[in-house]
């Protein structure tokens, strides 16, 4: 059988998680896109508007293993990672996975966990393992953390660091449904079921050959160039209080090259690094008091960036 052109694949999965998540075709587009770039996605929202529903979609339509693990203020590390227990059988320490082990993991309502139990995802998201006693264990590819958290004002959160937030190529907010969606939602016998009924349209193993396709899209210098800009204006006009890192930098190139794949160039645009700029840097960028008392957010300044950046011809 002949491979499947990747514009083809990439609006497959992005029509099978539409049936369950209505109305939100960006917010699906994009999280796809985080998925084929090999990145990890932080939903944040007010609690019941699908963030959970998204992720569970998306592990529907691939036919990979599915972990979920609801973060609590009890929740351990090893809770997440696995512990060695003793077998008295041979009288030695054997390591049983935790749900990390898994190709998607939805961590639901991370910020309810503490920081302890946060950071124990970090080696797993910068580098697809994780060390345990001493022993480093590879997870299965691909591999992404679908994070879900409700804004800090709520209730019993924790504030997610630096450089945990650094670690999520794009940050998302799924927002309210429109009139007509809400109806048609309100219309259907059982959103659980349809959500029950999905069915995969792609294999890991094609998963991880189109992200391996899409690190072989054309950049060219100056767009290269043009990212490196962005960084280092961000760095040092004042602006931002904490820039771009060189890894913001790269997962905005891994995401545009996605994009790009998924219209059927083999070339990234200006254009694609503008479309992505907002998800890909807002949560990783920290904007400066001044502009924070004069009331403009971060995806604001990501914005007023790319209007003061000079475009490559």
Not at 195 to 204: E, Y
Not at 231 to 249: I, K, Q, T, V, W
Request: net charge negative; charged share 25%; aromatic share 6%.
């Amino acid at each position: 059988m002949a491979p499947r052109a990747f514009p083809d694949v990439f609006g497959a999965i992005c029509d099978n998680v539409a049936r369950a998540i209505r109305g939100k075709d960006r917010v699906i587009e994009l999280t796809v896109t985080c998925f084929l770039a090999g990145g990890h996605l932080l939903v944040e929202d007010v609690p019941g508007v699908g963030k959970t529903s998204l992720a569970k979609a998306l592990a529907r339509s691939v036919d990979a293993e599915f972990g979920r693990v609801q973060f609590t203020p009890d929740l351990l590390p090893a809770d997440v990672l696995g512990t060695s227990v003793w077998n008295q059988q041979d009288g030695s320490f054997r390591f049983r996975r935790g749900p990390i082990f898994s190709n998607l993991l939805l961590a639901d309502e991370i910020n309810r966990a503490s920081p302890k139990t946060q950071s124990a995802l970090l080696e797993a998201m910068a580098e697809e393992q994780v060390t345990v006693d001493g022993t480093t264990h590879p997870l299965p590819r691909p591999f992404m953390v679908i994070a879900t958290q409700n804004p800090l004002e709520h209730h019993g959160t924790f504030p997610l660091p630096e450089s945990q937030l650094d670690r999520f190529e794009m940050k998302l907010s799924i927002g309210y449904p429109e009139r007509d969606d809400e109806l048609g939602l309100l219309r259907e016998e059982d959103h659980d079921a349809v959500l029950g009924r999905l069915r995969p349209v792609v294999g890991a193993a094609e998963v991880v050959a189109m992200s391996e396709a899409a690190r072989q899209v054309h950049v060219a210098p100056a767009l290269a160039a043009y990212v490196v800009d962005l960084a280092e204006r961000s760095r040092n006009d004042g602006s931002f209080s904490l820039g771009m890192s060189p890894r913001a930098s790269l997962g905005l190139l891994r995401a545009a090259r996605v994009a790009a794949l998924a219209q059927g160039r083999g070339y990234v645009t200006p254009d694609d690094v503008k479309a992505l700029a907002v998800p890909v840097l807002s949560h990783r960028v920290v904007v400066s008091p001044e502009l924070r008392m004069s009331g403009m957010d971060a995806a604001s300044a990501v914005h007023d960036l790319l209007q003061r950046t000079p475009v490559p011809g």
